[in-house]
C-alpha cells in the first residue's frame, strides 16, 4: 500500500507538471521545446533501460545460457519500455486492488495458488493473470510485500499468513509463484518456517537465486542481500537440503535486463526453462509461464520425480542443469 501511495504521488506529480507546462507555453509564457523536453524527462526509463540491456550484454559474456541476438534485445527494451508505463504507471499505483484474493465457495479439494511479486512492486503485478485464473475457479492469494526496502527475511512472515490462509481454505498444500525478488521470499520462507512439505511446488520467474550484477548499485537492504555472491545468499543456500530444487521450476531468460548473468535465475536441479526475447517484467506475459502454473496446478500431491544435478551448496551462477528447455 506504501508503495501505491508512493508511485500514485510520482504520478501526479509528473502529469501536473507537464499540464502546467502545457498551460504555459499554450498562453505564451513559455517558448521553445519546454513542454517537448518535460516529456522526455517523464521517459527517462527508455535510456535508462537501453543501459541495462547494454550491461546485461557485457555481464553475460561467458554465462551458460545463450547469447541473445542482438534484434531479440532490441524487441525486449521496446516491449519492456512500453510495458513499464502500464505497470509502473497504472496497475501498481491505481489498479493494484482490482482483484481481490478469490477463496471461492468450491475452495475445499483444490489446489490454491500464492502470487508473491519482486523488488518495487505490488501484488498489481499479476493483474493480467487475474481473468483466467478467475476464470478457472482457481483459488488465489497475491502478496503485498512490506516494507517494500527491507531485508527479505522480513517478508517470510507474510508469505506464511497467506500459505496458512490458503491451507485452511482449500486443504492441500498451495503452488507458490514468486517474480524476482519473490523467489528469494519463498526460499527464505521454506527455511524459516519449515515450508517445504507445505508447499506443492514453486515456480520462480526472473528470480536472482544467486543474484544480479545489478544489485550492487541499491542501497536497501534487500538489494544487499541480492548482490552477486552476498553473505545472505550463501547463508540462505547453505541451509537448504540438496533435494529441495527439485521442487521448483526457474524460468530465465538471456534478455533479463534485470537479473544476470541470466543463468544466476537457475537452481541446480531445478526445472530450468528459458524463455528468449522477454525482458524482466515482460517474462510474465510469456505464454509458457502461466500454462505451466496451470499445469502444476492439476498436478497430484505426489513428489516431484528427482533430478541428476549438482549439490545446491554452492551459491555461485549454476552452470545450467541438463538440458533447459527453450522457448521462442
Same mark, same amino acid.
Given at each position: 500500500?506504501?508503495?501505491?501511495?508512493? /508511485?500514485?504521488?510520482?504520478? /501526479?506529480?509528473?502529469?501536473?507538471?507537464?499540464?502546467?507546462?502545457?498551460?504555459?507555453? @499554450?498562453?505564451?509564457?513559455?517558448?521553445?521545446?519546454?513542454?517537448?523536453?518535460?516529456?522526455?524527462?517523464? /521517459?527517462?526509463?527508455?535510456?535508462?533501460?537501453?543501459?541495462?540491456?547494454?550491461?546485461?550484454?557485457?555481464?553475460?559474456?561467458?554465462?551458460?545460457?545463450?547469447?541473445?541476438?542482438?534484434?531479440? /534485445?532490441?524487441?525486449? @527494451?521496446?516491449?519492456?519500455?512500453?510495458?513499464?508505463?502500464?505497470?509502473?504507471? @497504472?496497475?501498481?499505483?491505481?489498479?493494484?486492488?482490482?482483484?481481490?484474493?478469490?477463496?471461492?465457495?468450491?475452495?475445499?479439494?483444490?489446489?490454491?495458488?500464492?502470487?508473491?511479486?519482486?523488488?518495487?512492486?505490488?501484488?498489481?503485478? @499479476?493483474?493480467?493473470?487475474?481473468?483466467?485464473?478467475?476464470?478457472?475457479?482457481? %483459488?488465489?492469494?497475491?502478496?503485498?510485500?512490506?516494507?517494500?526496502?527491507?531485508?527479505?527475511?522480513?517478508?517470510? %512472515?507474510?508469505?506464511?499468513?497467506?500459505?496458512?490462509?490458503?491451507?485452511?481454505?482449500?486443504?492441500?498444500? %498451495?503452488?507458490?509463484?514468486?517474480?524476482?525478488?519473490?523467489?528469494?521470499?519463498?526460499?527464505?520462507?521454506?527455511?524459516?518456517?519449515?515450508?517445504?512439505?507445505?508447499?506443492?511446488?514453486?515456480?520462480?520467474?526472473?528470480?536472482?537465486?544467486?543474484?544480479?550484477?545489478?544489485?550492487?548499485?541499491?542501497?536497501?537492504?534487500?538489494?544487499?542481500?541480492?548482490?552477486?555472491?552476498?553473505?545472505?545468499?550463501?547463508?540462505?543456500?547453505?541451509?537448504?537440503?540438496?533435494?529441495?530444487?527439485?521442487?521448483?521450476?526457474?524460468?530465465?531468460?538471456?534478455?533479463?535486463?534485470?537479473?544476470?548473468?541470466?543463468?544466476?535465475?537457475?537452481?541446480?536441479?531445478?526445472?530450468?526453462?528459458?524463455?528468449?526475447?522477454?525482458?524482466?517484467?515482460?517474462?510474465?506475459?510469456?505464454?509458457?509461464?502461466?500454462?505451466?502454473?496451470?499445469?502444476?496446478?492439476?498436478?497430484?500431491?505426489?513428489?516431484?520425480? *528427482?533430478?541428476?544435478?549438482?549439490?545446491?551448496?554452492?551459491?555461485?551462477? *549454476?552452470?545450467?542443469?541438463?538440458?533447459?528447455?527453450?522457448?521462442?
Amino acid at each position: 500500500m506504501r508503495l501505491a501511495r508512493l /508511485l500514485q504521488a510520482l504520478t /501526479l506529480l509528473g502529469l501536473a507538471a507537464l499540464l502546467g507546462l502545457l498551460l504555459l507555453w @499554450w498562453r505564451g509564457q513559455l517558448s521553445g521545446g519546454w513542454p517537448l523536453l518535460m516529456l522526455l524527462a517523464l /521517459l527517462l526509463h527508455v535510456p535508462a533501460m537501453a543501459l541495462e540491456f547494454v550491461l546485461q550484454r557485457l555481464v553475460n559474456r561467458g554465462d551458460p545460457a545463450p547469447p541473445a541476438p542482438v534484434g531479440d /534485445l532490441l524487441r525486449a @527494451w521496446r516491449a519492456e519500455a512500453l510495458g513499464a508505463l502500464n505497470i509502473f504507471g @497504472w496497475q501498481l499505483p491505481w489498479r493494484w486492488r482490482r482483484f481481490a484474493d478469490h477463496l471461492p465457495a468450491d475452495a475445499p479439494g483444490r489446489r490454491g495458488l500464492v502470487l508473491v511479486h519482486g523488488f518495487v512492486c505490488n501484488r498489481g503485478l @499479476w493483474n493480467a493473470w487475474w481473468p483466467t485464473l478467475r476464470a478457472r475457479g482457481v %483459488p488465489c492469494i497475491a502478496l503485498n510485500l512490506e516494507p517494500v526496502f527491507g531485508s527479505i527475511d522480513r517478508y517470510a %512472515p507474510r508469505v506464511e499468513a497467506a500459505v496458512q490462509r490458503m491451507t485452511q481454505a482449500t486443504g492441500r498444500p %498451495p503452488l507458490l509463484v514468486g517474480h524476482s525478488m519473490g523467489g528469494l521470499a519463498l526460499r527464505a520462507w521454506m527455511r524459516s518456517f519449515d515450508g517445504e512439505p507445505r508447499a506443492h511446488g514453486v515456480v520462480t520467474v526472473g528470480t536472482p537465486h544467486h543474484g544480479t550484477w545489478l544489485a550492487r548499485f541499491g542501497l536497501s537492504p534487500n538489494t544487499h542481500e541480492m548482490r552477486l555472491g552476498s553473505a545472505w545468499l550463501a547463508a540462505l543456500a547453505a541451509q537448504e537440503p540438496a533435494a529441495r530444487y527439485r521442487r521448483f521450476t526457474c524460468f530465465y531468460g538471456h534478455c533479463d535486463n534485470i537479473v544476470f548473468p541470466t543463468s544466476s535465475a537457475t537452481l541446480p536441479g531445478a526445472d530450468n526453462r528459458h524463455l528468449a526475447g522477454h525482458a524482466h517484467i515482460h517474462l510474465l506475459r510469456h505464454p509458457e509461464v502461466l500454462r505451466t502454473v496451470l499445469q502444476r496446478l492439476d498436478e497430484d500431491d505426489a513428489p516431484q520425480p *528427482a533430478a541428476n544435478c549438482r549439490s545446491p551448496g554452492s551459491t555461485a551462477p *549454476a552452470s545450467i542443469c541438463g538440458s533447459p528447455r527453450t522457448s521462442a
